[in-house]
């Protein structure tokens, strides 16, 4: 009754696929069949067959069989059509759920960042956002989490000549803030302590894509009574584990 449906042929195909792995990169036609328990002129049809498809190559040197370059153009096409929010949502609220504060997710643009997510908390006093808000990137969480991982030729593109401070504690000048993104990148999340609006402290943290490049990031938010330096400490580490979740669900190799 549970195979009902079920064809064989694919199935070992995909048992054959699942054979190989880092250690095991190249096998022979006797490895596998010995792997999976399958007669080798069986295997031999279906291994032509995937050959044929491009999902599996043959060494020409030693005659081993290796995964063909299809399967990383599908792989390739899969993650470009990752939605990140669908993958990213769930995280989100059960970060939400269990801090109640605001959560954002966020995307680099020009010189700003765009909310294009969030979850947000109960709490009567919290963040006031919506989905599209735009901040300058360099004075937010999530803002200066992606930053941190661009090129000195990229950031040239995406800070301001003349940051605008926006509170007191703003850091406006371009020495200031390339010496907190090095710190950032060190330790692996960003902070905005009263940056951008008074009264609002922030932790934010990268999320890696399939290329180990940086395109968006998450941020947790509330009032400073609320946010102190204890608690953005042990935030900080549940903001980067959050945002490695996301990053592997969307590719991430570390």
Sequence with gaps: MGNFGRVQSIERAVKVLNCFSDRNAE???????????????????????????????????????????????????????????????????????????????????????????????????????TIG??????????????????????LENHLPENPVKHTAHTKNTREAILEELEKVREKGFALDLEENVIGLNCVGAPIFNHESKVEYSISISGPVDRMDMARLEMLSGKMKAAALEISRRIGYLE
């Excluded at 808000?133 to 990229?154: D, N, Q, V, W």
Aim: overall charge negative; glycine content about 6%; some cysteine.
């Design 27 to 129: 096998l022979k036609l006797t490895e596998i069949a010995q792997y999976l328990d399958i007669n080798k002129s069986t295997l031999h049809g279906i291994i032509t067959t995937m050959k044929d498809a491009g999902l599996i190559d043959q060494n020409s040197e030693n005659q081993k069989y290796r995964l063909g370059l299809k399967l990383a153009e599908l792989g390739g096409l899969v993650l470009r059509n990752l939605d990140i929010r669908a993958v990213a949502r769930p995280i989100l609220m059960d970060l939400c759920d269990e801090e109640d504060e605001t959560i954002h997710l966020g995307i680099l643009e020009g010189k700003e960042i765009i909310y294009i997510d969030k979850v947000e908390s109960n709490q009567s006093l919290r963040m006031f956002t």
């Design 133 to 154: 808000t735009r901040y300058h990137a360099y004075c937010t969480a999530i803002g200066k989490s992606i930053l941190a991982f661009k090129s000195p030729e990229a």
